[in-house]
């Protein structure tokens, strides 16, 4: 069984899944990470180029390897959820966790980042990220198995709430 974090960038995906990694030994996958390294350029340089469906396309792909593998924690990109074909397989082969934030803890964790995504360019703030956050939100929950909400936590409690769903 693999665990898919899932939620909005910023709200912790790929912390919890290090820490996953270093108190727990899990496997990480960081799906833009996988897909940086394998295009050879990073997410905005793949969107400029080739398109956000071109990257969208990536994802699928990658997670069609993923399903075939067992014991990753894996670190989904903030639209991996949006594809039911995506959805479909990452129910195949694991469990689903959405890290639920609000828009101020989003935006105050990304607001100090050089390396704004693609889709926040020219809006960093709170008013179009929680939009945005809006039209994924049903997503996010009818893809998921669980619900972890990452306000005021620290890191050791939300990879603690989320370690106690696969033991």
């Avoid at 897909?35 to 793949?46: F, L, N, P, S």
């Avoid at 479909?88 to 607001?111: D, H, W």
Wanted: hydrophobic share 35%; charged share 25%.
């Amino acid at each position: 069984m693999n665990l898919f974090l899932i939620g909005f960038m910023g709200s912790g995906k790929t912390a919890a899944a290090k820490y996953l990694h270093s108190h727990h030994g899990l496997t990480v996958c960081e799906t833009d990470q996988e897909i940086v390294c394998r295009e050879g350029k990073q997410i905005a340089e793949i969107f400029d180029e080739y398109g956000e469906e071109y990257f969208r396309r990536a994802e699928t792909r990658l997670l069609e390897e993923i399903s075939k593998q067992d014991g990753l924690v894996v670190s989904c990109g903030g639209c991996m959820a949006m594809r039911r074909e995506n959805v479909s397989l990452m129910k195949g082969c694991g469990r689903i966790i959405y890290l639920k934030a609000e828009p101020q803890t989003v935006f105050n964790r990304l607001s100090g980042s050089p390396n704004v995504r693609p889709l926040l360019r020219g809006h960093m703030n709170t008013e179009y990220i929680a939009g945005l956050m809006e039209k994924r939100r049903p997503f996010y929950e009818a893809a998921s198995d669980r619900v972890v909400s990452v306000d005021g936590k620290t890191i050791m409690e939300v990879g603690e709430e989320i370690f106690a769903t696969i033991v």
